[in-house]
């Protein structure tokens, strides 16, 4: 795939999320993806012939960029600090997809209920026994969890008159804060 074509295949994911987000999934046509793209249908369909596919793909390319944090989780220490370098990474995947976690946020129903939904909770579930201390009980891994959820919906403040970067370092310093709550029990 070129570069271009990985352009223009994430420009239509970003728009098409932003509608998804703002209108909801069932409300926004193929049409009104191509008009915000300033693109013919015909355009669109070569690179996705269904909103499905534009869904899917958006959400495949960050289940795989959490997979290769998971991995690299793995192969680091079960030390405090590398839950934290766990945590930092995974915030920024949240920012780099900020329109896809918006979306989910948006519309969980359709997420949840989806089979890449399921796969989500799945690499959730990994990612919070990595930031979780081990040998840690039910305590330590909600507090784990509780990171993890806070950073998903600390964009949901941008939507009361604090700014993204705002909500974004207030979702992280909690987050920090309870993984630290994990090391001091």
Known sequence: ????????RTRIQEV??????ARGYDQTSLREI???LG??????YYHFKTKEEILAST???????????????????????SRH?????????????????????????GVQHSEIGARFRTAMGEVNLLLTPEG??????????????TLHVGVLLEQQDVTLEDARAAALKVAEELLAANEQA
Request: hydrophobic residues 45%.
């Open 1 to 8: 795939m070129t570069t271009t074509t990985r352009g223009t």
């Open 59 to 81: 959400l495949e390319d960050y289940l795989a960029e959490v997979h290769e944090l998971i991995e690299w989780g793995r192969e680091q220490p079960r030390t405090a600090e």
């Open 16 to 21: 098409a999320l932003e509608l998804f987000a």
């Open 136 to 149: 840690g009980g039910p305590v330590e891994r909600m507090r784990a969890l509780s990171a993890i959820v």
């Open 85 to 109: 370098l766990v945590l930092s990474r995974y915030f920024g995947l949240v920012g780099k997809r900020l329109t896809a976690m918006r979306f989910m946020q948006q519309d969980q129903k």
């Open 34 to 36: 191509a008009d915000r």
């Open 39 to 44: 693109v013919t249908k015909a355009a669109l």
